[in-house]
């Protein structure tokens, strides 16, 4: 039919017509991309402001910023400048926050982003955990947030004290896993508490789970461990500065009746004594090895 | 003579309903042939097909089969729209433009330009006889009178050989109706050919030579004016005064009908066996004056009830 | 084919627009708020400049493109639902030249009113010079009355142009005024985050089906984000000359492409 065959010879032509333009403008963009504008003026900083002026489209705008926010993580990744780095993460994660409160991944990546330390991120890690906050503010039953505090905490600013605090505070959510206590824990000994630890990994021998019973078990030790660790070189002490001299093995120690016989670890495997460092340390064949970072708490 | 309008079978259904469209069969194998000069009326009843017939002349809709020539050139052929004029029915227009402007906008179309478009505009114009100082004014501003005249004009502003004019009388107070009559016989004795759509029969009965009748898509008369009305007189009518009143009942038993128009004036009603004369003489002697005296024919509007009878029960 | 038809009724749209109050209405708004910057600019410590270009760019983008749609689809919806169109289609104008004559006529009005923008907007970077110091003049980026603001406006009313001819289409088969407009607007935003949907399969976790689906729909949709070079003109990055020529011609194709659909579907188009 002469109509039909009409009909298609122009849908032919202008979906030539198109692919043809799209030709043209990938040409452009490979050929001649337009210099990225670096100069970041944010025109809308404040999250109450946004959630006006957006009215009732928050969730897209939200999803909008989101985009935006991997965008200029991702060029700033891979960007030379020097100055000012990351600078925009921040606020565009805020404004992402703010107009959905509930945006679950931007509180959790926006937290990696965040604390990760120069050139991969901006280091701020008190941005990221005011971000994980903010995320716990609105949404108070999820314990993945105090978790990523917790982890925040340890890896960047290495304050474990905190830290454990808040995978202790994690534990205690709805929902929580059961291996969020033991992890509180060893953060704690990590952190050279080992009262605190020894409390909570005590109150876990009593864990429903096996496998948090056996980590509790095994934690304790270590801890004795690291107590036992404390008292040799302290030992080790005492004989230099008897003797003036440090001890070349177990076998000095134990012949001036400093010690009773070969010191050994909860799983009955020997302590190391290592004569040219003069430092004591778990045998590596030990099924406790390795002990908690930090076993060199009080002593000098 | 040549036809300026030749329809073969014209055809259209419109779909009705979104889902499952169902046709509606607005025109039904239409054929017709309209002869140059002279006034055609295309006549029936709203829905009839009447503007379906004339917006299909005018390529506004496409048939759903048939054919149909206008000028001699096929339906669209830009050729023959030089050398015709159309009025559609209800016509608005750029309410923004002035008569005028509006006039040597469509003039330019056609071709013509500067000081002679402007000239043709103005004899449009003049023709239809809208005030000068009226066609400065935006048409906005204009009456229903007013926009028809200037409908007509945009018609008329090429000097087509064939004026096609949809329901051209409609809103119209009665000098508008005469002023328009008078431009079609105008056209008429100039030559042209004047096709217009219409369900008032009076204005056909003075205007045309040649209708066509619709009826729910269906042509159910077409021909010449005096052959469809034609035939013997089946009557003749009497109007006589007469100051005595008995006079008129003592006849009244003799003829088919006897009204009193007034005060001792009546009309008389005669079979078409009986010759007016005798009666009239009969009365005169009596005393009664003649006042007039006029065949009874089929009118238009007898033949249109027939017709659309007829139609339905087909 | 007759230039002087076509002519005549870009002429009579152009005439029109001139006298359709909502045009000035629209005009009047861009321009207040154009003036508006200047009283922003000083509240912003030493951004002025750069402000008042991207204020003044961005309003006048915004006002060429409620133009574009809102115009553009009474265009020819008007005309068809008050009737006016059947007299002019009986006059001999073969229907493609009634659509290009429309659409040539909107993209003329749309340029007067651009380019009375663009020298408002010109006017006041020209205050601006002028009452600045030397120093501060020495702080821009680019000088204020940069002749490359023009690159970014011609961009932008090649945009406009391209919005136009998706009006135009949409206000030629669609018998609803509103249906025009929701299809308009919703192309407009799916060609705004154009570059978005063709990298949406890399940034978003989806299925390698929906992600070449939603890439291809960014490469077939018109790119109204392509045209957009302002934050490189107001701060001064180089734009050659090959980048604004691909770009003219992009726009011109895809207008070409969209006008051909709707001169044909205009040419179908029946009128009860």
């Known amino acids: 039919?002469?109509?039909?065959?009409?009909?298609?010879?122009?849908?032919?032509?202008?979906?030539?017509?198109?692919?043809?333009?799209?030709?043209?403008?990938?040409?452009?963009?490979?050929?001649?991309?337009?210099?990225?504008?670096?100069?970041?003026?944010?025109?809308?900083?404040?999250?109450?402001?946004?959630?006006?002026?957006?009215?009732?489209?928050?969730?897209?705008?939200?999803?909008?910023?989101?985009?935006?926010?991997?965008?200029?993580?991702?060029?700033?990744?891979?960007?030379?400048?020097?100055?000012?780095?990351?600078?925009?993460?921040?606020?565009?994660?805020?404004?992402?926050?703010?107009?959905?409160?509930?945006?679950?991944?931007?509180?959790?990546f926006g937290a990696i982003f965040l604390a990760e330390r120069p050139p991969k991120g901006p280091g701020r890690a008190d941005q990221a955990i005011a971000l994980l906050e903010k995320g716990l503010a609105s949404n108070p039953t999820r314990w993945q947030y105090l978790h990523d505090i917790g982890f925040v905490h340890y890896w960047f600013t290495n304050d474990y004290e905190r830290a454990a605090a808040a995978f202790e505070r994690a534990a205690t959510m709805p929902?929580?896993?059961?291996?969020?206590?033991?992890?509180?824990?060893?953060?704690?000994?990590?952190?050279?508490?080992?009262?605190?630890?020894?409390?909570?990994?005590?109150?876990?021998?009593?864990?429903?789970?096996?496998?948090?019973?056996?980590?509790?078990?095994?934690?304790?030790?270590?801890?004795?461990?690291?107590?036992?660790?404390?008292?040799?070189?302290?030992?080790?002490e005492r004989y230099h500065d008897a003797t003036g001299s440090y001890p070349r093995a177990w076998r000095d120690l134990i012949s001036v009746r400093l010690l009773r016989g070969l010191p050994i670890d909860p799983t009955k495997t020997a302590f190391v004594y290592d004569a040219t460092t003069h430092r004591v340390t778990i045998s590596e064949t030990s099924s406790l090895f390795p002990l908690p970072r930090f076993l060199q708490p009080r002593t000098r | 003579m040549s036809s300026v309008v030749r329809i073969d079978r014209l055809t259209k259904d419109f779909p009705v309903g979104f889902w499952r469209p169902r046709p509606h069969r607005g025109l039904d194998g239409l054929s017709l042939e309209i002869p140059a000069g002279g006034v055609f009326g295309l006549l029936g009843p709203n829905g009839a097909g009447k503007s379906t017939t004339l917006k299909l002349l005018m390529d506004l809709l496409r048939p759903t089969s048939g054919h149909a020539e206008i000028l001699g050139r096929p339906v669209g052929d830009a050729h023959a729209r030089q050398r015709l004029g159309f009025l559609p029915e209800h016509p608005t227009f750029y309410d923004h433009l002035s008569a005028e402007e509006l006039l040597v906008y469509f003039a330019g179309l056609f071709g013509y330009t500067g000081a002679d478009r402007r000239a043709r505009a103005a004899r449009a114009l003049d023709r239809v006889g809208l005030r000068s100082d009226d066609r400065q004014r935006p048409i906005r501003q204009y009456s229903k009178g007013m926009v028809q005249r200037v409908g007509l004009a945009q018609a008329l502003v090429n000097d087509p050989e064939l004026i096609v004019l949809d329901e051209p009388m409609s809103g119209l107070d009665p000098i508008g109706r005469r002023e328009v009559r008078e431009i079609i016989l105008e056209l008429r004795d100039e030559g042209r050919t004047v096709l217009f759509s219409s369900h008032i029969l009076s204005d056909a009965e003075l205007l045309c030579s040649a209708v066509g009748i619709l009826n729910r898509g269906r042509l159910v008369a077409s021909g010449r004016l005096s052959d469809l009305t034609a035939g013997e007189a089946h009557g003749w009518e009497v109007v006589m005064t007469m100051t005595d009143a008995s006079l008129a009942d003592r006849v009244s038993p003799r003829v088919m009908r006897t009204r009193r128009i007034d005060e001792g004036r009546y009309s008389f009603e005669l079979g078409a066996a009986a010759r007016p004369e005798p009666f009239i003489a009969e009365l005169s002697a009596a005393g009664a004056t003649l006042v007039s005296v006029s065949p009874i024919r089929t009118t238009l509007e007898d033949v249109f009830v027939k017709a659309l009878g007829q139609g339905d029960a087909a | 084919?007759?230039?002087?038809?076509?002519?005549?009724?870009?002429?009579?749209?152009?005439?029109?627009?001139?006298?359709?109050?909502?045009?000035?209405?629209?005009?009047?708004?861009?321009?207040?708020?154009?003036?508006?910057?200047?009283?922003?600019?000083?509240?912003?410590?030493?951004?002025?400049?750069?402000?008042?270009?991207?204020?003044?760019?961005?309003?006048?983008?915004?006002?060429?493109?409620?133009?574009?749609?809102?115009?553009?689809?009474?265009?020819?919806?008007?005309?068809?639902?008050?009737?006016?169109?059947?007299?002019?289609?009986?006059?001999?104008?073969?229907?493609?030249?009634?659509?290009?004559?429309?659409?040539?006529?909107?993209?003329?009005?749309?340029?007067?009113?651009?380019?009375?923008?663009?020298?408002?907007?010109?006017?006041?970077?020209?205050?601006?010079?002028?009452?600045?110091?030397?120093?501060?003049?020495?702080?821009?980026?680019?000088?204020?009355?940069?002749?490359?603001?023009?690159?970014?406006?011609?961009?932008?009313?090649?945009?406009?142009?391209?919005?136009?001819?998706?009006?135009?289409?949409?206000?030629?088969?669609?018998?609803?005024?509103?249906?025009s407009l929701v299809f308009t607007l919703g192309l407009f935003v799916a060609?705004?985050?154009?570059?978005?949907?063709?990298?949406?399969?890399?940034?978003?976790?989806?299925?390698?089906?929906?992600?070449?689906?939603?890439?291809?729909?960014?490469?077939?949709?018109?790119a109204f984000s392509a045209f957009d070079v302002k934050a490189q003109v107001v701060h001064a990055l180089p734009i050659g000359t090959a980048f604004v020529a691909d770009t003219l011609v992009y726009a011109v194709v895809y207008i070409a492409a969209v006008l051909l659909a709707a001169v044909f579907l205009f040419s179908r188009r029946e009128f009860r």
């Open chain 1, 1 to 108: 039919m002469k109509r039909a065959g009409q009909a298609v010879a122009v849908l032919a032509a202008v979906a030539v017509g198109i692919a043809a333009a799209a030709g043209v403008l990938h040409a452009r963009d490979e050929r001649h991309p337009l210099p990225v504008s670096e100069d970041r003026l944010m025109y809308l900083r404040s999250g109450r402001t946004a959630d006006r002026v957006f009215l009732s489209f928050d969730a897209i705008a939200s999803d909008v910023y989101w985009i935006r926010t991997i965008q200029h993580y991702g060029r700033d990744l891979g960007s030379t400048r020097t100055t000012g780095r990351f600078e925009l993460l921040n606020p565009l994660l805020d404004l992402t926050t703010t107009l959905d409160p509930h945006f679950n991944i931007a509180y959790r």
């Open chain 1, 175 to 236: 929902g929580a896993p059961e291996w969020l206590r033991p992890v509180a824990a060893m953060t704690r000994a990590q952190g050279g508490d080992r009262a605190g630890a020894r409390r909570l990994l005590t109150e876990l021998l009593s864990a429903d789970q096996d496998y948090v019973r056996h980590t509790a078990e095994r934690g304790l030790q270590q801890l004795q461990a690291l107590d036992a660790i404390d008292q040799l070189q302290a030992i080790v």
């Open chain 3, 1 to 179: 084919m007759s230039l002087r038809r076509i002519a005549l009724v870009a002429r009579h749209v152009f005439k029109e627009s001139v006298r359709d109050r909502v045009l000035y209405a629209i005009g009047a708004f861009a321009l207040v708020l154009v003036a508006a910057s200047i009283l922003i600019a000083q509240i912003s410590a030493g951004q002025d400049v750069k402000i008042i270009k991207d204020l003044g760019l961005a309003t006048i983008e915004l006002a060429g493109i409620v133009m574009s749609v809102f115009v553009g689809i009474g265009l020819v919806a008007r005309e068809i639902d008050r009737r006016s169109i059947f007299a002019l289609l009986s006059k001999p104008l073969p229907r493609w030249e009634f659509v290009v004559g429309k659409y040539a006529g909107l993209v003329l009005t749309i340029f007067v009113n651009v380019v009375a923008m663009t020298a408002a907007l010109y006017l006041m970077l020209g205050y601006l010079h002028w009452s600045a110091s030397p120093a501060v003049r020495l702080s821009w980026d680019a000088p204020a009355m940069d002749v490359r603001l023009l690159i970014a406006v011609a961009l932008i009313f090649a945009e406009l142009a391209l919005l136009t001819a998706v009006a135009l289409l949409f206000s030629t088969f669609s018998s609803s005024a509103l249906l």
């Open chain 3, 191 to 222: 060609g705004t985050f154009s570059e978005d949907l063709r990298h949406f399969g890399d940034i978003m976790d989806v299925s390698p089906i929906v992600g070449h689906l939603v890439g291809a729909i960014g490469w077939i949709v018109p």
